[in-house]
């Protein structure tokens, strides 16, 4: 292929797309530090211990016409996250592309997720709510940057290059939430080495993860470049109600879709339940299986790095098979794991170990294909 346009002068885009590919798998570096060190090993068990504090040994909390145990508020704050997730991010989805500054908006949600998860460091004794707002709102603010970054892959790579691209960006990230971790993991471990108390030693680390998360997007907010949308729905009005009209246009051509239909309901709850069992690994570790904190933050370790090596894998799958024959095959992975750890002994620290690693190669192989078939499957953003 002619790397050339006419009169002889060099096509340079693919040099400035793989530039943005670059600057655009930072992303994946910066956010993924919230996922590992917050998301899935320190919060749940620190909040956890906020909630017991705050009723007592054998207290409830009571909640309208429900009572829970205080391990089940964490449970009903990830479903409430969820629920505003569902609300929020499909008017969001459709107004990022819909609208040019998409690495402004990248920012914002960044550094808004982070200021609400860095909240989580002044929660301390009984303090639940302050930690409940600061998960709640971080997660909302993590999905729908998420969606904001989605919304940006399609403009800086071709079609046949997307799935190299979307895993090459989710193996980064796993790399990069690993990184912290390591260093959480020798914070943690060593805190009385440090002088510091094992709560705070706890919420420096998910401090960490906010200021890393911030941080590390600056990269690409500053090497990205702002693209005009392109295939979208034409819709009147301004970007906001054109936004909302995408949305209602992509709902009322589902029915001549109904394989895109299936194919979001489906999505919906894949994508669930992957993101329920990061949620509740820490959690599930600790509390029915009894095993320490040292134990499961090794074992997450080990899971990022060996997600590292999944998504390439599984993006080389979905390069020679395609995705749509490679998901099935994950997802099938994933069910079998899931359904052992229903059974797995407690205490059992190698067999934990041996199910963290094929978690962490389905995860990494999983996940990175997700938004590409989710971005096929929307008859509006294919020009409906």
């Known amino acids: 292929m002619s790397n050339s346009v006419p009169g002889g002068i060099a096509d340079l885009r693919p040099l400035e797309e793989e530039k943005e590919q670059k600057a655009w798998y930072w992303y994946d570096w910066a956010n993924s530090a919230y996922t590992t060190t917050i998301g899935t090993v320190f919060f749940g068990p620190y909040f956890i211990n906020l909630a ?172 990205l470049r702002n693209h005009q949308p392109a295939d979208i729905e034409p819709v009147e009005g301004n970007a906001i109600v054109r936004s909302f009209g995408q949305l209602a246009a992509t709902l009322r051509e589902m029915k001549n879709y109904p394989m895109a239909l299936t194919f979001l309901l489906a999505y919906l709850f894949f994508n669930d339940g992957i993101q329920t069992v990061i949620a509740s690994a820490s959690v599930y570790g600790a509390e029915e299986l009894g095993h320490s904190q040292t134990i499961l933050i090794a074992t997450i370790l080990m899971v990022q790095f060996v997600a590292f090596f999944g998504a390439l894998l599984f993006g080389r799958l979905a390069a020679r098979q395609g995705a749509k024959k490679t998901i099935p095959v994950g997802l099938g992975i994933w069910c079998v794991i899931v359904t052992i750890a229903l059974f797995l002994p407690a205490g059992n620290v190698p067999l934990f170990l041996i199910l963290g690693a094929a978690i962490g190669i389905v995860l990494g192989g999983t996940r990175a294909p997700g938004p590409l078939l989710l971005l096929a499957a929307d008859p509006a953003r294919q020009g409906g």
């Open 52 to 223: 017991e504090n705050a009723v007592g040994e054998n207290g409830r909390f009571h909640v309208g016409p429900f009572s829970m145990p205080p391990g089940s508020l964490f449970f009903w704050l990830i479903t409430a996250s969820t629920i505003l997730s569902a609300l929020i991010l499909p008017p969001l989805g459709a107004y990022a592309d819909r609208t040019a500054n998409k690495k402004g908006m990248l920012a914002f949600f960044a550094r808004t997720g982070a200021a609400f998860a860095a909240l989580i460091f002044f929660a301390t004794g009984d303090n639940w709510q302050l930690a409940a707002v600061g998960i709640v709102m971080g997660n909302l603010c993590f999905s729908a940057a998420g969606v904001v970054n989605d919304s940006i892959l399609p403009l800086i790579s071709d079609e046949a290059n997307r799935d190299r691209v979307s895993s090459r960006g989710w193996a980064f990230g796993y790399l990069g939430g690993g990184l912290l971790l390591v260093v959480n993991l020798a914070v943690f471990l060593g805190h009385d080495a440090l002088g510091l108390e094992e709560g705070f030693a706890a919420r420096l680390c998910m401090l960490s993860a906010a200021v890393w998360w911030a941080g590390f997007t600056v990269i690409p907010f500053l090497r």
